[in-house]
């Protein structure tokens, strides 16, 4: 029964966020939550996201997997760089004037996807090994760069504490992923691989679980701010849509220009494009106001019907962009000039 719910959670997770926002608001507006401490329900709901997807992410494999260091280095400046360019841009324009909003916009630009990369690329029929590497090398870089950038766009926002905050990501980031890895390996060895991959199904389904804890009480706590200014939601919802738009309309020509296959174009796209849900959400429920986590919790709902567009909607399309055809009933061709 919880693996059909755990399941559920991970297909339809832009349903649950959504009526989960719904009912933190109900629940907010209905009962006082403003000088209740989530901080400690945080903390657990953060462990609870990252601590399996961290566990079903296969690090060893970037020994021998993707050697195209072109795309990686191009991903990660687009993800890092280019999009905290973009993430600046909006929050001094779109959200200028509401200084807990435009932080969580910060946030989403400087700190990139991680363990989604590798599904979405499996979906889109791109290079999977290619996007493990990015997506183990990009959460390694996260405490090295992500408070730099945030400091630096962010910084005249709010005050940032640059040193507690790579303490936060290597916390989070590090402490899972060496507890996933033995994790794995433990049960692995006593269970075997088969069962493994089956336990890891669920993986999803948990983290999702957490992210769904931290929306509900960041959410109540703000409900009666957000229910008397409404147009909080169209502000931020028009932000996150802006800031996609860029970033596919960026990533698109940058794979054009380098000339990169359709299987490594999608990878430069999605890496580009989307942010790490679990992580941001993390570090804003446990170091900023409740304000930016409600603005963050936005970016579940918006970022899955991007990509599901991108690929589903526009694949047809970019593969003929990249020069990827597919005849019916046929084997991809590639072209190549």
């Not at 649950?16 to 907010?28: E, M, N, Q, T």
């Not at 433990?186 to 804890?213: Q, R, W």
């Not at 109540?220 to 309309?249: D, S």
């Not at 567009?309 to 005849?327: D, E, N, Q, R």
């Amino acid at each position: 029964m919880i693996r059909k719910v755990l399941m559920r959670i991970k297909q339809y997770l832009y349903l649950f966020v959504g009526v989960d926002f719904i009912f933190a608001l109900a629940a907010g507006s209905a009962v006082n939550m403003k000088h209740i401490n989530i901080r400690p329900i945080s903390m657990f709901a953060v462990f609870l996201m990252l601590y399996p997807m961290l566990t079903g992410m296969a690090v060893e494999k970037v020994k021998t997997a993707g050697k195209n260091f072109r795309l990686i280095i191009a991903t990660h400046f687009l993800a890092f760089f280019v999009a905290s360019g973009t993430a600046f841009l909006i929050s001094r324009t779109i959200l200028a004037g509401e200084p807990d909003l435009a932080l969580a916009m910060v946030l989403v630009g400087a700190i990139p996807c991680s363990n989604m990369l590798i599904g979405w690329t499996g979906i889109a029929d791109a290079s999977v090994e290619d996007a493990i590497v990015i997506a183990v090398s990009g959460l390694l870089l996260l405490p090295v760069l992500s408070p730099l950038l945030v400091r630096i766009n962010g910084g005249t926002i709010i005050p940032i504490p640059t040193l507690r905050l790579a303490g936060h990501l290597l916390l989070y980031i590090l402490i899972p992923l060496v507890l996933g890895y033995f994790t794995r390996n433990k049960i692995i060895a006593s269970k075997g691989k088969n069962y493994f991959m089956e336990l890891k199904k669920i993986f999803p389904g948990v983290s999702a679980t957490g992210i769904l804890i931290i929306i509900f009480f960041s959410v109540a706590k703000v409900a009666p701010i957000i229910l008397h200014k409404p147009i909080l939601f169209f502000i931020v919802a028009f932000a996150l849509l802006c800031y996609y738009l860029i970033q596919f309309g960026i990533a698109l020509i940058a794979a054009k220009l380098l000339r990169f296959p359709y299987e490594q174009a999608i990878i430069l796209l999605l890496g580009a494009t989307a942010s790490s849900q679990a992580i941001s959400l993390a570090i804003a429920a446990t170091m900023f106001s409740s304000l930016t986590v409600f603005a963050l919790s936005f970016k579940p709902m918006l970022q899955v019907f991007f990509i599901l567009a991108v690929i589903y909607g526009m694949g047809p399309w970019l593969k003929h962009f990249w020069g990827y055809t597919s005849l019916a009933h046929e084997q991809p061709i590639r072209k190549f000039k």
